[in-house]
Nanobody, 113 residues
Framework: QVQLVESGGGLVQPGGSLRLSCAASGSILNVYTMGWYRQAPGKQRELVATFTNYADSVKGRFTISRDNAKNTVYLQMNSLKFEDTAVYYC????????????WGQGTQVTVSS
């Protein structure tokens, strides 16, 4: 069982920055493809970033990174906009087992003036 724990969300003004963290249980980063998703109220969950792809809406503003020693994946979010407000989820997708994936509990990001 893989456990993912997100942190770092909060309230920020437009133009501000936040860094989200996703701490994974165990050394899974080489077995799982990691990514960040978000879900805004009334909308479907959408991909934000993986290590090979960014949503067009966040390109140039968000950066995904990892620290293998800490089994942690980060999402640095800069130049935040109102429309970035959502619950952000960390996702781990097994590279070798189709359909095997895990989600964190989510962390709220609110961009408001």
């Amino acid at each position: 069982q893989v456990q993912l724990v997100e942190s770092g969300g909060g309230l920020v003004q437009p133009g501000g920055s936040l860094r989200l963290s996703c701490a994974a249980s165990g050394s899974i980063l080489n077995v799982y493809t990691m990514g960040w998703y978000r879900q805004a109220p009334g909308k479907q969950r959408e991909l934000v970033a993986t290590f090979t792809n960014y949503a067009d809406s966040v390109k140039g503003r968000f950066t995904i990174s990892r620290d293998n020693a800490k089994n942690t994946v980060y999402l640095q979010m800069n130049s935040l906009k109102f429309e970035d407000t959502a619950v952000y989820y960390c996702n781990a997708r097994n590279k070798y087992v189709v359909g095997a994936q895990y989600w964190g509990q989510g962390t709220q990001v609110t961009v408001s003036s």
